[in-house]
């Protein structure tokens, strides 16, 4: 009778041993990391920062924001690109590694659109177009443009990096209105913003956020934004439209991402997850203060418009042949 057993018992000891190897942990159990492509300080900095705050409120584990700049986003993007599809590497997408820095720079180790599993988008903030009141004195856009062709040389324009949404608009700048300027480009916002207000450059195109206040201050001076209208943020800018050039209209686009092949069930709850915490008043009230404009997208659906992004301004940006500094 013993013997008789003795099969079926190893069949279940077999199948016990089996289930357990293959058991999997309810997601999330460990902490989870947000990949931000550029040094603190920045909008995807400070957008980042908010979201896992809310995340860390409603998900069973804290979420994480770790910075890695360079090379126009795409260091960060790679990095994320090739981590496990396990939903604990994120990426804190936008313009910048997605669209516009892949034409720019050389070997450029994944694909914007198949790369990842494009999950949430968070939001866009347009660029403000500003100088150094002190060595530039130009109030408005055709101010700024004869200032610029009055120069013996091109002077330099600061950008976040090459490849970024404030480096193509400074390219498209110089093509629509004819004044000659020299692409300065940095590791990000902050550093950048540093030498505007120092002196070593003149003027630069950023987003709003993080400059509202030196322009609130008159440290620095804010001659156009780049929307179609004026922001809340500072609704005494006119639009470059306003200023005679209506067709400088830039925005800088905000989003969650992860590696490619992301399991359905993950990107389901973060979407959800992110979408719920968008709604919450604080990161409502901190979104708008940092002058990004919300509208709600299904996963799907921002898939897509990532796919459009990349086809179309992508497209674009390789079309102005432009490489990287």
């Known amino acids: ?125 347009p660029l403000v177009i500003m100088v150094n009141p002190r060595l530039v004195p130009a109030t408005d856009l055709a101010g700024l443009v004869a200032w610029i062709k009055a120069q013996p040389a091109p002077p330099g324009f600061g950008s976040s990096g090459a490849g970024s949404v404030a480096h193509i608009f400074g390219e498209s700048f110089i093509q629509r209105t004819g004044a000659q300027l020299t692409h300065v480009p940095y590791r990000g916002s902050a550093p950048m913003q540093a030498d505007l207000l120092g002196g070593a450059i003149p003027l630069s195109f950023d987003t709003l956020p993080q400059n509202v206040e030196h322009i609130r201050a008159g440290r620095l001076r804010a001659i156009s934004i780049t929307a179609p209208a004026r922001q809340e943020m500072a609704p005494e800018v006119p639009t470059t439209a306003e200023g005679g050039f209506p067709g400088l209209v830039a925005e800088n686009w905000l989003g969650l991402a992860g590696p490619a092949g992301l399991p359905a069930p993950i990107i389901a709850t973060l979407h959800r997850e992110v979408a719920a915490a968008l709604d919450t008043p604080l990161m409502k009230s901190r979104i708008l203060e940092h002058g990004i404009a919300m509208r709600p997208m299904t996963q799907p659906e921002f898939a897509t418009y990532v796919s459009v992004e990349v086809r179309v301004v992508g497209g674009a940006v390789k079309a102005l042949g432009l490489t990287a500094q």
């Not at 041993?17 to 492509?37: E, F, K, N």
């Not at 040094?39 to 957008?47: A, E, H, L, R, T």
């Not at 260091?75 to 981590?83: D, E, F, I, S």
């Not at 720019?104 to 914007?112: E, K, T, W």
């Open 1 to 125: 009778m013993r013997r008789r057993h003795l099969p079926v018992l190893a069949a279940l000891a077999a199948f016990s041993t089996s289930s357990g190897l293959h058991a999997q942990p309810a997601w999330p159990s460990r902490p989870i990391r947000i990949i931000v492509t550029f040094p603190p300080g920045g909008s995807s900095d400070i957008v980042a920062r908010v979201l896992a705050e809310v995340l860390s409120q409603r998900l069973p584990q804290r979420v994480l924001v770790e910075n890695r700049p360079g090379a126009g986003g795409t260091l960060g993007a790679a990095y994320v690109a090739t981590q496990p599809a396990d939903g604990y590497t994120l990426l804190l997408s936008n313009t910048a590694p997605i669209v516009t820095s892949p034409p720019i720079y050389a070997n450029v180790p994944y694909d914007p659109v198949t790369g990842f599993t494009h999950i949430a988008y968070l939001g866009a903030t």
